[in-house]
């Protein structure tokens, strides 16, 4: 699976999803990554016009939200870990990340059910050759 | 020659997210959750840039700024504010009219961080590298 999206913010957003996932287990539980070309019904059903799509899940075991905790997740500077750190920006930046590439964020959550939070990338065309630059920039000289 | 980022906020995840940012492109980070602790951080060697929250709970960065632009090689800086919270652009303008060399309203992608850090560093070679 290729997507086009720039690779320092993919992989923040999948370390802050990891690190929510890790937090929500706290008490135990497991973490599941996965990902694989989306289905047209999970496409249509993510908001997203047809197409093509990755979703890359970031799936925990652990506490899940209450709905309304779940209503308010992609807000920038909600959070339920005030006092642990958190600053409530996690799932708003990949929520914009996500929107920017033009995909989608979509979560399903329930107490004591975990909570599986998908991202919707559009796919891309391979990159050319084993050597083709994915991060020109950015990187030190 | 490795570069050393020096990253500054009260948010731990932030710290975390951006210093992975930042070792996944080379360089290396020291990261502090206020201003006091970065000063500690500062010998024996310099951080070639820091990156600084400006509202912090013990020393906050426009103090940081302030004492960082009196060192002798003052570090490249970068401050980053909660943009709209509590007037963050204003904040913002204050650090760059200090000696903050650019500025970043929060929330932003992590990639506009590396990309600013990498300009900046580059500005701040040229002059050696016309003197080589």
């Known amino acids: ?141 | 020659v490795t570069r050393t980022v020096l990253l500054i906020d009260d948010d731990a995840d932030l710290l975390l997210t951006l210093s992975a940012a930042f070792r996944a492109r080379g360089y290396a980070t020291l990261t502090a959750g206020d201003g006091r602790a970065a000063m500690k951080l500062l010998e024996p060697t310099p951080p070639h840039l820091v990156v600084t929250d400006i509202l912090m709970p013990d020393q906050e960065g426009i103090a940081t700024i302030m004492a960082l632009r009196k060192r002798p090689r003052p570090p490249k800086i970068i401050a980053m504010s909660g943009g709209g919270r509590i007037g963050g652009s204003n904040l913002l303008e204050w650090a760059l009219n200090l000696g903050a060399d650019a500025a970043l309203a929060k929330p932003f992608a992590p990639s506009a961080l590396v990309r600013a850090a990498a300009a900046l560093l580059r500005e701040s070679e040229a002059p050696a590298a016309l003197t080589a």
């Open chain 1, 1 to 141: 699976l290729f997507c086009r999206a720039d690779p320092i913010d993919l992989e923040a957003v999948l370390l802050d999803l990891c690190r929510n996932a890790a937090e929500a287990c706290r008490s135990g539980g497991a973490i599941t990554l996965s990902a694989e070309r989306a289905g047209p019904e999970a496409v249509a059903a993510a908001g997203l016009p047809a197409g093509d799509y990755a979703r890359l899940e970031v799936a925990d075991t652990g506490v899940g939200m209450a709905p309304d905790v779940l209503a308010q997740a992609t807000r920038a500077y909600f959070t339920t870990r005030a006092d642990r750190g958190g600053s409530g920006l996690g799932l708003h930046s990949a929520l914009c990340f996500a929107q920017a590439a033009g995909g989608a964020l979509r979560i399903a959550s329930a107490p004591g059910r975990g909570t599986q939070v998908s991202l919707y990338l559009p796919l891309a065309q391979p990159p050319r050759g084993p050597g083709a630059p994915v991060d020109a920039e950015g990187a030190p000289a």
